[in-house]
């Protein structure tokens, strides 16, 4: 009888260490999967991005939009590259003998300011206001088709 009583609690014991030592690897193992799918989840949504070819719209905290296709983001940075943005040139006009100044947009492309930058831009993700996919019957979109094809931009209305 004494000797059932020990095998009990030996077995007892036994139970509780394997249970402890299973349910410690269960742990581990949905800590270990959770780290390699938050790195997977990174990876595969760059990789999305870098496959995803359309032309976004960035919208800035500064009020500053750019158009471009995104080539990576991260948690610190988007990076564009094909990218151009809007410019707003006052044109004076005198008709009657009044002086009106009237504003003309006009599409950039990256790079072809005197400076010289090349057409890749890096934005801090924490100047980011919000992101848009532009349609493809944009006006943007046209526009950036037309100077693909010509070498030109027109000014926008």
Known sequence: MAIKKEN??????????????LIGSIITGFVLLKNKNVKNNNV??????????VYKA???????VYFGKIESENN???????VYYLQVNQQEETTKGKTES???????KLGEEIHG???RLEI??????FIETLRKDSKI??????????GTLAPQK
């Open 58 to 64: 960035v919208f800035l905290l500064n009020n500053q």
């Open 8 to 21: 009990n609690k030996m077995l007892i014991v036994i139970i509780i260490v394997v249970s402890v030592l």
């Open 117 to 119: 930058p090349e057409n």
């Open 102 to 108: 009237q504003p003309q947009t006009s599409l950039v």
């Open 124 to 129: 801090m993700n924490q100047n980011v206001l």
């Open 76 to 82: 610190n940075k988007l990076v564009l590259n094909n």
């Open 141 to 150: 979109l046209e526009a950036i088709g037309n100077y693909e094809r010509q």
């Open 44 to 53: 595969t949504k760059t990789e999305f991005i870098k496959k995803d070819d």
